[in-house]
């Protein structure tokens, strides 16, 4: 199994701001991922976090506003970028714990909310 | 499109019945489908995956069935207690090969009276 620790759990921000999202896995894996869930709702993957390369993002999810780093096999960063009130979300980042079973491991999120 | 859709209303069961939650998915042929079980306040745990090839899959009380003709998966807990109240979500594998992308449900409240 791994463990995810991601920081911050939460934070109030104003609009207009950036925050970046670190996320820490105790372990090398090969696949990460960044997921939005919104007050009530599931997960929504917002990008695959690709080691040494450019994320690979999903409909509805661009770089500009959602920047993504992989340096390396165990970490990864995910900025919200000029935040809005739409932004308040919570953000959780995920690894692949298995390339054959195809189970995620997740962090506990960071919970946003823009003023 | 493709959707997923799970019961959006809260199940409330008695303790010691079977919780039984559905997961139908439309314009999806998923390679596997997995539930996870989700707390206030924390991520997502991994709790069973079942490929398409698989009927049925069991975990300890845990029972899930996958029915690709219906589109279908029911997740079933067995002798219920109340540590089993949470949300639980189904989840589609998305794309072709392993991507390890993943497709939520929006999730299934089971609260578990004593």
């Known amino acids: 199994s791994a463990v995810i620790s991601q920081k911050p759990s939460r934070d109030i921000c104003q609009r207009g701001t950036s925050l970046t999202i670190q996320c820490q896995v105790d372990s090398q894996v090969t696949m990460m991922f960044w997921y939005r869930q919104q007050p009530g709702q599931s997960l929504t993957l917002i990008a695959t976090?690709?080691?040494?390369?450019?994320?690979?993002?999903e409909s509805g999810f661009v770089i500009d506003k959602f920047p993504i780093s992989r340096p390396n096999l165990t970490f990864s960063t995910l900025t919200v970028s000029n935040m809005s009130p739409e932004d308040s979300s919570i953000y959780l980042c995920?690894?692949?714990?298995?390339?054959?079973?195809?189970?995620?491991?997740f962090g506990e999120g960071s919970r946003l909310t823009v003023l | 499109s493709q959707k997923i859709e799970q019961n959006s209303e809260a199940l409330n069961i008695q303790e010691g019945k079977t919780a039984t939650l559905t997961c139908n998915y439309t314009?999806?042929?998923?390679?596997?489908l997995q539930w996870y079980r989700q707390d206030p306040g924390r991520g997502p745990v991994f709790l069973l995956l079942i490929r398409e090839n698989e009927k049925e899959k069991r975990k300890e009380r845990l029972k899930v069935t996958f029915d690709t003709t219906l589109k279908q998966s029911l997740f079933h807990i067995t002798a219920s207690q109340p540590a089993d109240s949470a949300t639980y979500l189904c989840a589609l594998s998305h794309g072709s090969g392993n991507t390890g992308k993943l497709i939520f449900g929006q999730g299934t409240t089971l609260q578990v009276k004593p």
């Open positions: 995920s690894a692949q714990g298995n390339a054959n079973t195809g189970e995620l491991f």
């Open positions: 314009n999806y042929s998923p390679a596997y």
């Open positions: 976090a690709n080691q040494g390369s450019e994320a690979t993002y």
